[in-house]
């Protein structure tokens, strides 16, 4: 009976499933998104997500890896994803976008990565 509840739990709090999004550097993209006008009530109406995910594109040299959803849900990728990613974007070369699909388990803002390819 314990090892059942453990189990229901443990499912809990990790989600298995397919995140699509755009590859991004992620602390790039985490400074992007504090670099707002502290007195600014409407912060996202002035916001353009497409630069700023154009600006925070991934190079060679990136270590840390973020998706951003189309909803503009950002998570992050653990340190396989990461290794994952920085072996996808020097594989591809240089873009303006990289639009990804992973798989893997989701515990809460970070993807424990199984795989990413771009998306189709």
């Known amino acids: 009976m314990r090892l059942a509840a453990l189990f229901c739990l443990s499912s809990a709090l990790s989600f298995a499933g397919i995140w699509t999004g755009a590859l991004v550097d992620s602390k790039c993209y985490a400074s ?7 007195t600014d009530t409407m912060t996202y109406v002035d916001r353009d997500r497409n630069l ?16 951003v959803q189309a909803d503009g849900t950002v998570v992050t ?34 993807i424990s990565v199984d795989s990413i390819a771009m998306a189709k």
């Open 32 to 38: 992007e998104e504090r670099n707002v006008n502290p």
């Open 77 to 110: 990728l653990d340190a396989g994803g990461n290794a994952k990613a920085a072996e996808l974007v020097r594989g591809t070369g240089k873009q303006s976008r990289f639009a990804v699909a992973v798989t893997g388990a989701l515990s809460k803002d970070t």
């Open 52 to 67: 700023e995910i154009r600006f925070c594109t991934p190079r060679a040299k990136t270590k840390s890896f973020a998706i």
